[in-house]
């Protein structure tokens, strides 16, 4: 069983920046793969990007456009979504995922899900 708990998020002006923190607890085998969602109300769930914990490969998705960076410490078990020049459509809760593969994870076929955090960008 793995327990993940976000924070990092806020309110925030458009333009704005926030980093988003995923800590994993449990079992002491990393997941393959581990990501971050978001849900806008309304609006189903959509990934926003994810890193296989191996080598540290990336992926983003289309409407990222450059503006989120993630990275981890494997050390501190720490999954981190770093979001600058922030808009109001990225307004929503943020969920950290930890799953098998990048497609099971991008269908939100996941493992495990942690309880979110809210990200509001408003001026």
């Known amino acids: 069983q793995v327990q993940l708990e976000e924070s990092g998020g806020g309110s925030v002006q458009p333009g704005g920046s926030l980093r988003l923190s995923c800590v994993a607890s449990?079992?002491?085998?990393?997941?393959?793969?581990m990501g971050w969602f978001r849900q806008a109300p309304g609006k189903e769930r959509e990934g926003v990007a994810a890193i296989y914990t191996d080598r540290g490969s990336a992926y983003y998705a289309a409407f990222v456009q450059g503006r989120f960076a993630i990275s981890q410490d494997k050390a501190k078990n720490t999954v981190y979504l770093q979001m600058t020049s922030l808009k109001p459509e990225d307004t929503g809760v943020y969920y950290c995922?930890?799953?098998?593969?990048?497609?099971?994870?991008?269908?939100?076929?996941?493992?495990?899900w942690g309880q979110g955090t809210q990200v509001t960008v408003s001026s």
């Open positions: 449990g079992d002491s085998r990393s997941s393959a793969i």
């Open positions: 995922a930890a799953g098998d593969s990048l497609a099971q994870l991008w269908i939100g076929s996941v493992n495990y």
